[in-house]
Structures are given as C-alpha cells and as structure tokens.
C-alpha cells in the first residue's frame, strides 16, 4: 500500500511533455514518488538560495548507501590483495628464491595499497558528513 502523507498545500504548474518526462525519469530513478521528488527539489530551492543559483545538487538516502556499500567493496579487495601480496612476500622473505628486487617492489605495492586505503578511508569520511547533514528537510 502506497504511503499517502497529508499535505494542506497544493502546487500546480505548466510543463513541457520533455519536463515531466524529465521528472518522472528521475523520480523512478531515485525510488522516489513525482510528488516526493518535486518536494525535496522545493526545499533545496527554498532551504539554499545560492545553492538554487548553482542548479543545486539532489542526494537521496538511497544513492549514498549505495555509494556507502560500494566503498566497503574496495576495501573487501583492497584486504584481498594485502593478503596476496603478503603471503608472497612471506614466501620470499623465507628463502623460495633471491629476488630482493621483487620484495621492494611488493613493499611499494603495499604502500600504494596503505595510500589507496587511506584516499578511500577519506571518501567515506567525507560521505559520512554528507550523510549526517540534512541538505534537504522536511518529511
């Protein structure tokens, strides 16, 4: 059953079949209702007047747990290629051949991985103060 919110205002307006298109798409995209839509983009229009002159930009629930889930993946591989290149390095270190060139090379790819994990690590911080802001408000 569909949630049905009651509102005592009612906005009407006059679009192109490409604007409503345009709407509906986005609306669908987003998981979204047209009215749900269309409210939270009044409120970035009202709740930010500069915000409405750069054309604004609309983040939903929704679209940073996705982004959320797809940095625990990079880390899931970034811990799965430490393990590899650890245990070569292992194998190295213990004498299953001489190749000290190998082993700096495999020191530098872990620290390129530390690097990456730290650019990731500053991502999901920066994703978790958007998160935490309520750039849109209201219910």
Same mark, same amino acid.
């Given at each position: 059953?569909?949630?049905?919110?009651?509102?005592?205002?009612?906005?009407?307006?006059?679009?192109?079949?490409?604007?409503?298109?345009?709407?509906?798409?986005?609306?669908?995209?987003?998981?979204?209702?047209?009215?749900?839509?269309?409210?939270?983009?009044?409120?970035?229009?009202?709740?930010?007047?500069?915000?409405?002159?750069?054309?604004?930009?609309? /983040?939903?629930?929704?679209?940073?747990?996705?982004?959320?889930?797809? /940095?625990?993946?990079?880390?899931?591989?970034?811990?799965?290629?430490?393990?590899?290149?650890?245990?070569?390095?292992?194998?190295?270190?213990?004498?299953?051949?001489?190749?000290?060139?190998?082993?700096?090379?495999?020191?530098?790819?872990?620290?390129? /991985?530390?690097?990456?994990?730290?650019?990731?690590?500053?991502?999901?911080?920066?994703?978790?103060? /958007?998160?935490?802001?309520?750039?849109?408000?209201?219910?």
């Amino acid at each position: 059953m569909t949630k049905v919110l009651k509102y005592g205002n009612v906005l009407t307006a006059r679009v192109s079949d490409a604007d409503f298109r345009a709407v509906c798409e986005r609306a669908d995209e987003e998981g979204l209702t047209r009215s749900e839509y269309l409210r939270y983009i009044v409120r970035l229009v009202a709740d930010d007047a500069a915000n409405a002159q750069r054309g604004g930009v609309l /983040l939903d629930g929704r679209s940073m747990r996705k982004l959320s889930r797809e /940095l625990v993946k990079w880390g899931h591989h970034y811990n799965q290629g430490m393990h590899a290149l650890n245990s070569i390095k292992f194998a190295l270190d213990h004498g299953r051949g001489d190749l000290e060139w190998v082993s700096g090379k495999l020191d530098e790819c872990a620290l390129l /991985l530390a690097q990456v994990d730290e650019g990731r690590a500053d991502i999901a911080k920066s994703i978790s103060s /958007l998160e935490a802001r309520a750039i849109v408000g209201g219910d």
